[in-house]
């Protein structure tokens, strides 16, 4: 059994904490690990390394490799040109992961749901491997509670390891969902195992657009394909849907709410990152890099980073993405990004700016570098606070050290490398007339990234380049 992870995701709906830049597969708040590193973890159980393979997109393409690498693992990285929801996106992995063989079985997971690995989780995956044979698996959650924030299956006729699906449903409303539960019906887990034969039959059949696109080069495929989801292009459309029940602990993390229940909590049932003191209040979720203090305040979503403090009633918290999509509409690039920003070389975190001048940290991890660039508006100066850093200045190279600077003036080409085994640090400050993410041109680039979109003059390096 082979292995597919879609790891292509937004994340809006965890905001502050997760944007589009690092949505929340990769927030390492689950037992110091990541969804999308468990989720690696978890594919361990059924293949080997070299059976597994990752879908995202090409912003998240080194943070997914970087991730990987953090738990000891390399694997295949496949990167969408564009985002086409989930039926391109598995088109595209399993026809990578095959390698000509159409018996192929291919396990699909999310990477940003939190899964119970246990003997019952294996045994389901298993069953559902040999039921692929004839029908396309999706796996069901056995439901805690009617929700309505979640897809559900309704069995019909039992079939060797599981049921054929009577009918996909999505997201109904209360009554509705309650019954659903006292019919036996499932959460739709957005997991499924296909053999490659039967998917791709079944496309051509249910979804032919998308397939006549996907026997065309990747690039032309997106271009032609229809954005469209799996469920919509090809599961509900079947005649060969089943589904195998899947009876352990899950949640998608999908709110606020749903993120206090997956996480420690303390006596008062309040689950903190961070500091928190609270008076007369329970059942709170906070995290924040400073203390927090409530007085009398119960059931609230406190979230604090740098540039964003968010507070609702966790009840509420499934509206976060009205936030997003205002911010959004607005042009404000902090939908999309942290002050802390994650690049293939590393990591910048703004620490002050103004109008002509931010101030950053840089970290540059070890045998890696910047691209070789020049800034038409702005000069920098860097101060190196932790390791050593190799310069390329105006076509001259040094070694810089603690305690030491360098200054770059504007229209200079320049590098930052980091030639040692321990993370760089380096303390810049810019000062100029334009200081945003699109004043860059770039000579040499280890990553092979396209120039950025020039964009308007905007005072905030908070704005998306």
């Not at 509705?176 to 959460?187: E, R």
């Not at 928190?276 to 906070?286: E, F, Q």
């Not at 902090?334 to 990591?347: E, F, K, M, Q």
């Not at 950053?360 to 508006?377: C, E, F, N, Y």
Request: aromatic share 8%; charged share 25%.
């Amino acid at each position: 059994m082979k292995t597919l992870i879609l790891a292509g995701g937004s994340g809006t709906r965890l905001f502050p904490l997760s944007r589009s830049h690092f949505p929340k597969q990769y927030l390492q708040y689950f037992d110091g690990e990541s969804l999308f590193q468990k989720t690696v973890r978890r594919a361990l159980l059924t293949s080997d390394p070299d059976e597994i393979a990752v879908v995202t997109s090409n912003a998240h393409r080194f943070l997914a490799a970087d991730q990987m690498a953090g738990i000891g693992m390399k694997g295949r990285i496949l990167v969408e040109p564009t985002a086409k929801s989930t039926l391109p996106a598995v088109l595209f992995g399993v026809n990578s992961l095959m390698d000509g063989d159409e018996d192929t079985r291919v396990a699909v997971l999310p990477s940003d749901h939190l899964i119970e690995e246990g003997d019952a989780y294996i045994h389901a995956l298993k069953r559902a491997e040999h039921l692929s044979q004839d029908h396309l698996v999706a796996f069901g959650i056995v439901p805690s509670s009617p929700h309505t924030g979640y897809g559900y299956i309704q069995p019909a006729e039992e079939v060797p390891g599981g049921y054929r699906v009577g009918r996909f449903t999505e997201k109904p409303d209360q009554e509705t969902a309650q019954q659903f539960i006292a019919d036996g019906c499932f959460w739709n887990a957005g997991m499924f195992l296909f053999s490659a034969h039967l998917l791709f039959s079944e496309c051509r059949r249910c979804s032919p657009d998308v397939a006549a696109a996907f026997e065309r080069p990747v690039d032309e495929a997106y271009r032609l394909t229809p954005a469209i989801s799996i469920d919509y292009g090809l599961m509900e459309r079947t005649d060969h849907a089943a589904v195998v029940p899947l009876p352990c602990m899950w949640s998608d993390v999908g709110s606020f709410d749903a993120l206090s229940t997956v996480l420690p909590s303390d006596s008062n049932g309040n689950t903190v990152h961070g500091e928190y003191l609270g008076i007369d209040g329970k059942n709170n979720l906070v995290f924040s890099n400073r203390l927090v203090a409530t007085i009398g305040v119960s059931e609230m979503a406190i979230v604090d980073t740098r540039d964003v403090l968010l507070v609702c009633p966790k009840a509420e918290a499934q509206r976060v993405g009205e936030v997003v999509n205002t911010l959004r509409a607005e042009g404000d690039g902090r939908c999309d990004l942290h002050t802390t920003v994650y690049r293939p070389w590393g990591s910048y975190s703004v620490l002050e700016e103004g109008p002509s001048f931010c101030i950053k940290r840089i970290t540059v991890l070890p045998g890696r570098r910047l691209s070789l660039q020049l800034h038409h508006h702005r000069s920098e100066h860097w101060v190196v606070v932790r390791g050593t850093a190799l310069v390329s200045n105006n076509g001259e190279t040094s070694f810089i050290r603690p305690g030491e600077s360098t200054y770059v003036p504007a229209g200079v080409r320049h590098r930052l490398e980091n030639p040692g085994i321990i993370p760089l640090e380096v303390i810049e400050v810019q000062n100029g007339e334009h200081i945003t993410e699109d004043d860059i041109v770039r000579f040499e680039d280890d990553f092979s990234r396209k120039e950025p979109e020039r964009k308007p003059v905007v005072l905030s390096s908070y704005v998306a380049q």
